[in-house]
């Protein structure tokens, strides 16, 4: 109906082909037959009228609502997206997220040699890397020469209009940027106006017909005197850009603050100007704008937080003195940051590595950030690198190709290559690839990358990351290490097309085949056969054959598990990797049937994938199957079957794993524990019956997955009667139990096992037991009077057990027992006590642990260590101490130890303490072993501190580096922050000299 209102009903525009109708804030655009509205404004249905007969307007009111109520359920990718204040199109997707989740149906192939895939290609003179924006059937993006900004139509490439600043006046007597010329930033759009940023001093408003709605003239930034200025942001109804007010290249880290500006999206009014955040290096990131607590805010690449409407600081950085330069990445409320940071010698990290902090922001007043898991740690791929999150994982690109990826929630790296990454692969007729600055994205499925060098890759998206493709758009230059032919620019995806800009030249990526392939997908889904999808699963379109599995899988359900049974295997990996996906999703005998078909493929890769399956499904007919399956020559289709019969369970699985144990190394026993804890509830009672009827080491196996099990409290008594078991083994897997559900009535019968004939290793294990029920029950008192108690009378062995668990208690009655424990005339008994000091919770212990140490001769080499770690910890609890304090703990630990690991504790520590006497003592330890090393990061780390306070005892210390270390990497740090301290004094004395009149 809209198409018809459109294209028959409205009258000739004598201006041009479209008509924009500012109160309804349509376009009605005759040629292409099409109504484009951008759901930010009510239409003015009145205002149409005038065009249109009534009753047609009556049929176009029932159509027209509909756009406006789903236009927040479009997703971004979508070729129905539209921009609107809530959701800006721009740099880098959606509100600057790296993310076009509606993106589905594109070519994961083409190349601009042969044409393959390209549906067109216009040449827009002026080279650049402003990126493309889409808003409707229109593109816009910024071109250096000109101080140009084009508008492109979506379906033919064809220049709509260009737009010519002329600036030339405003440009500074400086040369630009050498990569990126006069004019890289790329325009945000809102739906209703285009707003462009032009380095050179002006920032202008366009309506999409490119009519000037509101301009403003801002100061010239430029290379030599301020960070670049960078893309446009949009944050609501402000305007937020983000640029420098200097650099001295003489500071580091740099003194100058960034200023981060807000202007009225209507007419370009100044609303804040905010200087108050500095950067930790030059960078050119973009800012990221969310809303969160109900208002817009911007997101700078540390973390600090503002609120757009007013510029005011919310939240500052998780971390200070955060360097390096990745645009922070948002998902929710959930926030990713990194900085680049030199690891210790001792970690076995590479010496440039960055740290990527997981983080919350909790609106509030005061508004907060804080982090939700441990800092990941990977290579500094360099610099200008890219951050991207879906939500549950990490996705990292630096400039030199490589890629990383690791989850969110846990840490844990999944891509190929661990902390070094994946390099993505050069193609042999290519010279170089040149390096990445072009944003990685998620489109739908896949993930995109491109290089300089007009390399671009799709990926398929975490845990499984794989390279499926690598494409073209160069088409020859004589100048190929140029960045005036080059890709800076990062693409759009749009529905099923892809627009990439390399250089001056605009691409449109699409399936030049798709409305044959339609026809077949459309006859498929008819026939509801497999047969009929068979032709389209090879397909010689590898997005043809993705998008026949998945459409396969949706329409015929059940009877879709032969066809993708027969693709696990296929030669094209990812194939086999989507066809398990999707056979995840299926239920029913057909599938059951098939997939125990597959455990007797001589393929262990299909053996295994139809154990994982069967296991998902939680098939009991299958389990007779699966148990045969443990008796395969293939460790890991044993290890497939155990967790199958895991997810399965029933009495045949319990007693297949049982006896499974009996001869199982103790990687599988690891496995049947797992499998076991994991079993549903219902198979309580017959786990129970087999700790009765097991013995040894399958008896123990059962007490452990017991342990990990939600019902673990229910299994007390069973637990009890079993620390009597003449296998210690045993013994140790029931104290699981009272570890992950004990209470404090429990200690009694813990004690009474200390009573028994027992060895070290169930000793303690007691002990552990005993401190957990103390951090879980937090009853401190009662704890201890109940271990006080427990000491009269008790054998020696009892006792050095009962004064080692009385350390986490604290207190004065643990103090007075323990201290009487140290004058004990028994080694054992002395030892003990030290152990108790070692796990004290608090530091009101601290004179006594150097009363301790200043006896050095009643001490021997394990109790030296002990002491020295014991101090150690005392630092942990008193982290915010005086630096004397700090320091007289590090030294006499260190004084203490020959232990390599104590003493890289400690000196570690030294670069939280910015005092000469840290330097001092960092000299002490400087040689080759590990803890020398750390040693020599500690001094490279903190000298440089002291440049203005103590110049020449940083110097010392510095050239004794050079002198004393053989790590070339070290000599080369060292002796560049000597040149850096050294510059920075001839500067000093040079302006303390010009001050004088000399």
Not at 41 to 59: N, R, S
Not at 64 to 77: E, H, K, M, Q, R
Not at 756 to 772: C, G, P, R, V
Not at 855 to 864: G, I, N, S, W
């Amino acid at each position: 109906m809209i198409h018809i209102i459109a294209k028959y009903l409205l009258p000739q525009n004598p201006v041009g082909f479209e008509m924009w109708n500012r109160r309804s804030a349509c376009f009605f655009n005759r040629q292409a037959g099409s109504l484009r509205y951008f759901g930010q404004i009510q239409p003015d249905f009145a205002a149409i009228a005038k065009y249109c007969h009534a009753a047609v307007v009556a049929c176009a009111l029932s159509v027209i609502p509909s756009v406006v109520s789903g236009a927040d359920t479009v997703l971004y990718g979508d070729a129905a997206f539209m921009p609107t204040s809530e959701r800006v199109a721009g740099w880098w997707g959606e509100n600057v997220s790296g993310r076009f989740p509606g993106a589905k149906g594109f070519p994961l192939e083409w190349d601009s040699r042969t044409g393959k895939n390209i549906i067109w290609v216009t040449d827009v003179e002026d080279w650049g890397h402003s990126s493309p924006v889409i808003a409707g059937d229109r593109m816009f993006f910024q071109s250096d020469g000109g101080d140009h900004i084009i508008c492109l139509a979506l379906d033919d490439g064809r220049v709509l209009w260009r737009r010519d600043m002329n600036l030339g006046y405003l440009r500074p007597n400086t040369t630009h940027h050498w990569k990126h010329g006069w004019n890289f930033t790329t325009p945000a759009t809102d739906g209703r106006l285009v707003y462009a940023w032009w380095p050179k001093g002006a920032f202008t408003a366009y309506d999409f017909d490119g009519n000037t709605a509101w301009s403003i003239t801002l100061p010239p930034h430029y290379e030599n005197n301020a960070l670049p200025c960078v893309n446009v942001v949009l944050a609501g109804n402000v305007i937020v850009l983000r640029h420098g007010t200097g650099h001295n290249r003489l500071e580091f880290p740099p003194r100058q603050p960034q200023m981060t500006t807000g202007y009225d999206i209507t007419d370009g009014t100044k609303l804040w100007k905010n200087t108050t955040v500095r950067p930790a290096s030059w960078n050119y990131q973009t800012l990221v704008p969310l809303k969160l607590g109900g208002e817009w805010v911007v997101i700078d690449w540390r973390g600090n937080v503002m609120r757009a409407s007013d510029g005011e600081l919310l939240a500052g950085p998780p971390e200070e003195n955060m360097r390096g330069s990745h645009v922070a990445a948002v998902y929710g409320d959930k926030l990713v940051v990194s900085h680049t940071f030199s690891p210790s010698a001792r970690s076995g990290l590479p010496r440039n590595a960055r740290r990527f902090l997981n983080c919350r922001i909790i609106p509030g007043n005061p508004w907060r950030i804080e982090q939700v898991a441990d800092p990941v740690v990977i290579r500094d791929f360099g610099d200008d690198g890219t951050t991207l999150f879906d939500g549950e994982y990490v996705y990292v690109c630096g400039e030199r190709a490589v890629l990383a990826a690791y989850n969110f929630h846990t840490g844990r790296i999944v891509s190929p290559g661990g902390i070094e990454g994946m390099p993505l692969p050069k193609p042999d007729d290519m010279r170089s690839l040149g390096s990445v600055y072009s944003r990685i994205l998620r489109a739908g499925d896949y993930l995109y990358a491109a290089t300089m060098q007009g390399a671009h890759f799709i990926l398929s998206t975490a845990p499984e990351i794989r390279v499926l493709a690598v494409n073209r758009t160069r088409i020859g230059t004589s100048d190929p290490g140029s960045y005036r032919d080059s890709t800076l620019s990062t693409p759009v995806f749009h529905g099923n097309r892809i627009f990439i800009r390399h250089s001056n030249l605009i691409f449109c990526i699409g399936d030049t085949e798709e409305e044959e392939h339609n026809r077949l997908f459309e006859q498929a889904a008819a026939a509801e056969s497999a047969d009929a999808y068979r032709p389209l699963l090879t397909s010689a379109r590898l997005h043809v054959r993705y998008r026949a599995v998945q459409e396969m899988t949706a329409k015929l359900g059940d009877d879709a598990a032969d066809e993708l049974f027969a693709l696990f295997k296929a030669e094209d990996p990812h194939m086999r990797r989507l066809a398990i996906r999707h056979a995840r999703t299926l239920q029913g005998e057909n599938s059951i049937a098939v997939f125990t078909g597959g455990l007797k493929e001589p393929d262990p890769l299909i053996r295994r994938t139809s154990l994982a399956l069967l296991g998902e499904m939680r098939a009991t007919a299958g389990t007779a199957d699966i148990v045969a399956c443990l008796k395969d020559a293939d460790e890991s289709i044993q290890a497939a079957a155990v967790r199958a019969l895991g997810m399965i369970g029933g009495e045949h699985a319990v007693k297949a794993l049982v006896e499974y144990i009996a001869d199982a190394d103790e990687n599988m026993e690891a496995l049947v524990i797992d499998a076991l804890s994991f079993m549903p509830d219902r198979n309580s009672s017959v786990l129970a019956a087999y700790t009765t009827r097991a013995t040894g080491r399958a008896k123990a196996c059962l007490f452990h997955a017991i342990a990990q099990r939600s019902d673990a409290g229910d299994w007390k008594k069973a637990a009890g009667e079993a620390l009597r078991d003449a296998d210690t083994g045993v013994r140790i897997a029931a104290l699981g139990i009272f570890q992950a559900s004990g209470t404090i009535n429990d200690l009694g019968l813990l004690l009474k096992a200390l009573e028994t004939d027992i060895n070290d290793e169930f000793a303690a294990a007691l002990e552990s037991t005993m401190t957990a029920i103390l951090a879980s029950s937090g009853d401190h008192e009662g704890y201890t009077r109940v271990l006080l108690d427990g000491l009269e009378d008790a054998a020696p062995h009892v006792r050095r057990s009962v004064i080692r668990a009385l350390g986490p208690a604290g207190g004065a009655a643990a103090r007075t027992a323990v201290d009487r424990a140290w004058n004990d005339s028994r080694p054992e008994i002395r030892a003990a006590a030290l152990d108790a000091f070692a796990a004290w919770p608090s530091t009101d212990i601290l004179d006594r642990l150097f009363a301790i140490a200043g006896e050095p001769d009643r001490l021997d080499a394990a109790q030296r260590d002990i002491l020295a770690g014991a101090l150690l910890h005392m630092d942990d609890l008193h982290i915010n101490a005086d630096d004397d304090v700090r320091l007289r703990k590090i030294s006499a630990a260190m004084s203490l130890t020959r232990s390599q690991d104590l003493r890289s504790n400690g000196l570690e520590r030294l670069t939280d303490i910015p005092t000469v006497e840290s330097l001092n003592i960092a000299g002490i330890y400087v040689d080759s072993t590990p803890a020398g090393m750390i040693a020599a990061d500690a001094i490279i780390e903190l000298a440089p501190a002291f440049t203005e306070s103590h110049p020449q005892r940083a110097l010392d210390a510095l050239r004794a580096l050079v002198r004393e270390v053989r790590d070339r990497g070290y000599r080369n740090d060292a002796q560049k922050a000597i040149d850096e301290i050294e510059k920075k004094r001839t500067s000093f004395d040079d302006l303390m000299m010009d001050g004088l009149g000399l």
